[in-house]
């Protein structure tokens, strides 16, 4: 039971990770663009999480919490870039 809903699970967020990168790249706006891209890391951290759990396996949980991290990083570093005035 848990490897179909697993198997659910990753096919969703792959569709929603799809749209999100659509966003990325044809964003309107830069805050759009960033917004996307946080989205888009947290579905792959979902990703990686929905496999442990399929696979039985905790190896990949330190690599989706310094994705987690990085993304948080990044995400702040360009909002404040975007509240300098930077490019619109």
């Known amino acids: 039971m848990v490897d179909i809903v697993c198997s659910i699970v990753m096919l969703m967020l792959t569709v929603a990770f799809g749209a999100a990168f659509v966003r990325v790249v044809i964003g309107p706006t830069l ?23 399929q696979s ?3 190896y990949f949980i330190p690599a989706a919490v310094s994705i987690a991290l990085l993304s948080f990083v990044g995400t702040v570093a360009l909002a404040l870039y975007i509240k300098r005035g930077g490019s619109s």
């Open 31 to 53: 805050p759009d663009r960033v917004i996307a891209l946080d989205m888009a890391a947290t579905i792959v951290v979902a990703l990686i999480l929905t496999h442990c759990v």
């Open 56 to 58: 039985g396996s905790a």
